[in-house]
């Protein structure tokens, strides 16, 4: 796969996380999570340590997000 692909498609895959969560949907957090798996994996190829940083941080608020948002409904 072409690595410039792969930042758009979690350009996209986080955009839809965006759209989601302004709606209210539990999924968003899930879909946030994947995308930011996604641009983790192009972080590392592309050698952006601060991208990689972000998105694991990312991830791990996803993580927290989907369950707190679980436990409130």
């Not at 692909?5 to 968003?28: D, F, Q």
């Not at 192009?42 to 952006?48: G, L, N, P, R, V």
Request: with cysteine.
């Amino acid at each position: 796969m072409n690595i410039e692909i792969l930042g758009w498609l979690a350009t996209a895959i986080l955009l839809i996380g965006y759209w989601a969560n302004a709606h209210k949907k539990l999924y968003s957090w899930i879909v946030w999570c994947i995308g930011n798996s996604l641009m983790l994996v192009y972080a590392y190829f592309i050698t952006s340590h601060s991208v990689a940083f972000l998105s694991v941080v990312l991830i791990g608020m996803n993580i927290y997000g989907y369950f707190n948002w679980k436990s409130n409904k």
